[in-house]
């Protein structure tokens, strides 16, 4: 069993910048494909972030692409969201997720791909 924990969230002025952190557990994450999701108040779960199991591919949404980065440490089991660049619409319960794939270089988008999730962490921009 895989279990993945947050950390790295807080409230921060626009314009500031976050790095949240994906600890995990159980299993190598170096088998895993991983993405970022986040939750709005009052809206769906919305994909964020995704990168490949061999950490070759990623891919962003659009309203954050150019501001966020996702990377992976599959030394020290941990996937990364540096976050740049903040504005209040990024307001959101952010969660990292992970699924077990045999296609190194394939990326996920849907949140139903998914197989272990977070617990999610508060990120809060204020204007």
């Known amino acids: 069993q895989v279990q993945l924990v947050e950390s790295g969230g807080g409230t921060v002025q626009a314009g500031d910048s976050l790095r949240l952190s994906c600890a995990v557990s159980?299993?190598?994450?170096?088998?895993?494909?991983a993405g970022w999701f986040r939750q709005a108040p009052g809206k769906e779960r919305e994909f964020v972030a995704a990168m490949s199991r061999s950490g070759a591919s990623t891919d962003y949404a659009a309203s954050v692409k150019g501001r966020f980065t996702i990377s992976r440490n599959n030394a020290k089991n941990t996937l990364t969201l540096q976050m740049n660049s903040l504005k209040p619409g990024d307001t959101a319960v952010y969660y990292c997720?992970?699924?077990?794939?045999?296609?190194?270089?394939?990326?996920?988008?849907?949140?139903?791909?998914?197989?272990?999730w977070g617990q999610g962490t508060q990120v809060t921009v204020s204007s």
């Open positions: 159980g299993r190598s994450l170096s088998n895993y494909g």
């Open positions: 997720a992970a699924l077990q794939t045999p296609y190194s270089g394939s990326l996920y988008w849907r949140e139903g791909d998914y197989d272990y």
